[in-house]
């Protein structure tokens, strides 16, 4: 499990084809990989990745199956490019954003990218199939980054970044047209799926949570 409070910026320094997935190398910046070891999890650009060699010649090193290339924006790196890096969560950690499993659920692209005072307004288009798991105030992570809904329209979504998430991130780099990875609040997608499973007395109908009755009322 991660927060979505990234903990630095890697470097990729290569990105090679191997068999059907792709292996990739980081570099990892400022964050501390001494204490990480081959089997370890870590959160690249969002996505939950297992690290197959940590700490030999200050390198992380991935493997990507075809499953994770399809699903992520992670095929689409080459050697230069920099990921926002979070290690995971210790039972001592502070959750300082929201609970995030790194498993990204669709890519979204970003619409607009505009200034206001020292913040920037993002607004990007997620997948049509995960616009209702979006509600003002919710979370979200965006590339790794736990960030606040500002507004929900259909399938696009505000955010706001505010002058810190510019600077220790890289989503100060994101420009009209860019693709990101997009996780939904794990307790949205939960949520729903007990409702599913309840049936329609969920829904409201008598006996349901929409129903007096069913509090006592």
Request: glycine share 16%; with cysteine; aromatic share 2%.
């Given at each position: 499990?991660?927060?979505?409070?990234?903990?630095?910026?890697?470097?990729v320094?290569?990105?090679?084809?191997?068999?059907?997935?792709?292996?990739?190398?980081?570099?990892?910046?400022?964050?501390?990989?001494a204490d990480l070891?081959?089997?370890d999890?870590?959160?690249?650009?969002?996505?939950?990745?297992?690290?197959?060699?940590?700490?030999?010649?200050?390198?992380?090193?991935?493997?990507?199956?075809?499953?994770?290339?399809?699903?992520?924006t992670?095929?689409?790196?080459?050697?230069?490019?920099?990921?926002?890096?979070?290690?995971?969560?210790l039972?001592?950690?502070?959750?300082?954003?929201?609970l995030v499993?790194?498993?990204?659920?669709?890519?979204?692209q970003?619409?607009?990218?505009?200034?206001?005072?020292?913040?920037?307004r993002?607004?990007i288009?997620?997948p049509?199939?995960?616009?209702?798991y979006?509600?003002?105030?919710g979370?979200?992570?965006?590339?790794g980054?736990?960030?606040?809904?500002?507004?929900?329209s259909?399938?696009?979504?505000?955010?706001m970044?505010?002058?810190?998430?510019?600077?220790?991130?890289?989503?100060?780099?994101?420009k009209?047209?860019?693709?990101?990875?997009?996780e939904v609040?794990?307790?949205?997608?939960?949520?729903?799926?007990?409702?599913?499973?309840?049936?329609?007395?969920?829904?409201?109908?008598?006996?349901g949570?929409?129903d007096?009755?069913?509090?006592?009322?």
């Amino acid at each position: 499990m991660f927060t979505g409070i990234v903990e630095g910026v890697g470097e990729v320094t290569a990105a090679e084809p191997a068999g059907a997935g792709r292996r990739l190398v980081v570099a990892p910046g400022t964050v501390d990989i001494a204490d990480l070891n081959a089997g370890d999890s870590i959160l690249v650009n969002g996505a939950c990745l297992t690290t197959v060699t940590a700490g030999g010649e200050g390198r992380l090193r991935f493997d990507l199956s075809a499953e994770t290339l399809e699903c992520t924006t992670l095929g689409g790196l080459a050697g230069g490019d920099r990921v926002n890096l979070e290690k995971a969560l210790l039972p001592t950690t502070r959750l300082g954003g929201h609970l995030v499993s790194g498993h990204v659920d669709g890519v979204g692209q970003v619409l607009q990218r505009r200034p206001e005072g020292e913040y920037e307004r993002l607004r990007i288009r997620v997948p049509a199939a995960l616009g209702k798991y979006f509600a003002g105030k919710g979370s979200v992570c965006l590339d790794g980054v736990s960030l606040t809904v500002n507004g929900v329209s259909g399938d696009e979504v505000d955010l706001m970044l505010i002058p810190h998430t510019l600077q220790v991130t890289n989503l100060a780099r994101l420009k009209a047209g860019d693709r990101v990875n997009v996780e939904v609040d794990l307790v949205a997608r939960y949520l729903e799926r007990l409702l599913q499973a309840q049936g329609p007395d969920c829904a409201g109908g008598p006996g349901g949570i929409g129903d007096p009755r069913s509090t006592g009322q």
